[in-house]
T-cell receptor, first 111, second 115 residues
């Protein structure tokens, strides 16, 4: 059974800092890995999707990496802003249609 | 294209009552998914449709839960005899073959509170 873990559960940093969120998964036979953002009480917004054959994806100030062999992914956020405050979720897809999510990291950027 | 919509956004009910939620996927999306998210946790998969066929159901979907997608467009999720443990956010997502990526598009969710 695929399990996804995100550490830390919560993170608070001053505005302007670079930061890294971590995601680990137990079964390396994944189809892809995605990072989502969720604002309080809202649905999920996809940030980055990395196919199993890829090592990283970038979008603006965000960079996600994938190391299938070690079962790890990181989401790097550069020059953090208060508007980046949200919960960040990683999810893996393995063949079947469903996504398996981690529990999320609640990020707070302090002005 | 207005994205995935869900109705209602909030539902408060008493234990033992039945509730029904609706999801309208993005137009022409043939795949539709239901997830449940409890406070402080990530979403958990409940069930998945391709067109009108329900192809996979999680063990989380007890016999009190039923989902339908009768015409391959909108979907309904019904919970019978609700329990306090059913309190959660119920998320719907969709995907279609014209999308350039494998990303599922999520709706805003229906928050259920069972008193």
């Amino acid at each position: 059974k695929q399990e996804v873990t995100q550490i830390p559960a919560a993170l608070s940093v001053p505005e302007g800092e670079n930061l890294v969120l971590n995601c680990s998964f137990t079964d390396s036979a994944i189809y892809n890995l995605q990072w989502f953002r969720q604002d309080p009480g809202k649905g999920l917004t996809s940030l980055l999707l990395i196919q199993s054959s890829q090592r990283e994806q970038t979008s603006g100030r965000l960079n996600a990496s994938l190391d299938k062999s070690s079962g790890r992914s990181t989401l790097y956020i550069a020059a953090s802003q208060p508007g980046d405050s949200a919960t960040y979720l990683c999810a893996v897809k393995r063949g079947a249609q469903k996504l398996v999510f981690g529990q999320g990291t609640r990020l707070t950027i302090n002005p | 294209d207005t994205g995935v919509s869900q109705d209602p956004r909030h539902k408060i009910t008493k234990r033992g009552q039945n509730v029904t939620f609706r999801c309208d996927p993005i137009s022409e999306h043939n795949r539709l998914y239901w997830y449940r998210q409890t406070l402080g946790q990530g979403p958990e998969f409940l069930t998945y449709f391709q067109n009108e066929a329900q192809l996979e159901k999680s063990r989380l979907l007890s016999d009190r839960f039923s989902a339908e997608r009768p015409k391959g467009s909108f979907s309904t999720l019904e919970i019978q005899r609700t329990e306090q443990g059913d309190s959660a956010m119920y998320l719907c997502a969709s995907w279609g073959p014209r999308e350039s990526t494998d990303t599922q598009y999520f709706g805003p969710g229906t928050r259920l509170t069972v008193l």
